[in-house]
Nanobody, 121 residues
């Protein structure tokens, strides 16, 4: 069983910054990638950023240049530093990890419970 525990989130003014973190725990043999999705009110969940165990990163065009994803593999933790926040960044942010729980098992995606990020003056 794998759990993703998120921290961070909250209310910030436009132009401000916020940092999110997510630690994976439980039966973890390896993690292919970790990342962040978000779901704005009334909209579909979308990929924000993803970082692979090779350290390769991918960002949504909407956040490129403003958000930075990083990880600490030893701690199975992924971070999302969000700068120059805009009202349209308001969403529930979900941590995501692709985890192999045993060497004989295929990877599965796991999700955090979500944390609210609100950007408003």
């Amino acid at each position: 069983q794998v759990q993703l525990v998120e921290s961070g989130g909250g209310l910030v003014q436009p132009g401000g910054s916020l940092g999110l973190s997510c630690a994976a725990s439980g039966s973890i043999f390896s993690i292919s990638y970790m990342g962040w999705y978000r779901q704005p009110p009334g909209m579909q969940r979308e990929l924000v950023a993803r970082i692979f165990n090779s350290a390769y990163t991918h960002y949504a065009d909407s956040v490129k240049g403003r958000f930075t994803i990083s990880r600490d593999n030893a701690k199975n933790t992924v971070y999302l530093q969000m700068n120059s926040l805009k009202p349209e960044d308001t969403a529930v942010y979900y941590c995501n990890a692709n985890v192999q729980t045993l060497p004989t098992m295929r990877n599965d995606d796991y999700w955090g419970q979500g944390t609210q990020v609100s950007v408003s003056s």
